[in-house]
């Protein structure tokens, strides 16, 4: 009877060692789950990658849009557009124009009637690169106060203004340029964010 049972006994443990895993089969899959979990979160990191990616190329392409419309508009304003006047109280900086707007009173042409606004590249107080205007404050209802003292301040961050190049000269009657991102900005492989714009000043006539 004692053979008899010992010889159950040791066929169930065989029956349950063979049913079984292995040390050597449970850290196989271990490793296998690993390499599975990782290749996951890669997976899901490149996707947020490219995701923050194509958020900022989005928000770039809004903040050229807006820049562009604000340049537009005091461009066409303006009776003149040079590369040699530099507003009272503005440092200027590299890759600039100005805008000479008339004022609403006094003679066309008359220098002390006009206000000049200018745009350049420079540095913002973390010594990022951004483009600037500096000249007379805008209101809220968007005219400008002029007769006010200049003020320079950033339009637009981490990106710089290119003339000519790609783009045609400047003149006295329009400005080309181009909008690039400066060096912070990743955008991988996304191009075509900026492009040629030309802005014109407004046609005179004296009669």
């Not at 049913?19 to 947020?48: M, N, P, R, Y």
């Not at 990022?128 to 400008?144: D, H, K, M, Q, T």
Request: with cysteine.
């Amino acid at each position: 009877m004692k053979i008899n049972n010992a010889i159950k006994y040791s066929s169930a443990n065989s029956i349950l060692a063979e049913s079984g895993f292995s040390l050597v089969e449970l850290l196989i899959a271990g490793a296998i789950g690993v390499i599975v979990v990782l290749a996951g979160s890669q997976l899901i990191s490149d996707q947020v990658i490219q995701g923050r990616r194509l958020e900022a190329a989005q928000r770039f392409r809004e903040n050229i849009g807006r820049l562009n419309y604000l340049i537009q508009v005091e461009a066409s304003e303006s009776s003149q557009i040079s590369q040699l006047l530099i507003p009272a109280g503005c440092s200027g900086g590299s890759q600039s124009f100005t805008l000479v707007i008339q004022r609403p009173t006094g003679g066309y042409a008359s220098a002390a009637n006009n206000s000049l606004v200018q745009y350049y590249n420079g540095n913002d107080a973390n010594g990022i690169p951004s483009i600037w205007r500096c000249g007379p404050p805008v209101e809220r209802n968007g005219v400008l106060r002029h007769g006010a003292t200049n003020v320079a301040g950033v339009v637009m961050g981490n990106a710089q203004i290119e003339l000519g190049g790609q783009c045609s000269a400047i003149n006295e009657r329009s400005v080309s340029y181009s909008v690039v991102p400066s060096g912070t900005q990743v955008f991988g492989q996304l191009g075509g964010l900026g492009g040629c714009v030309t802005a014109h000043a407004r046609s005179v006539f004296i009669c």
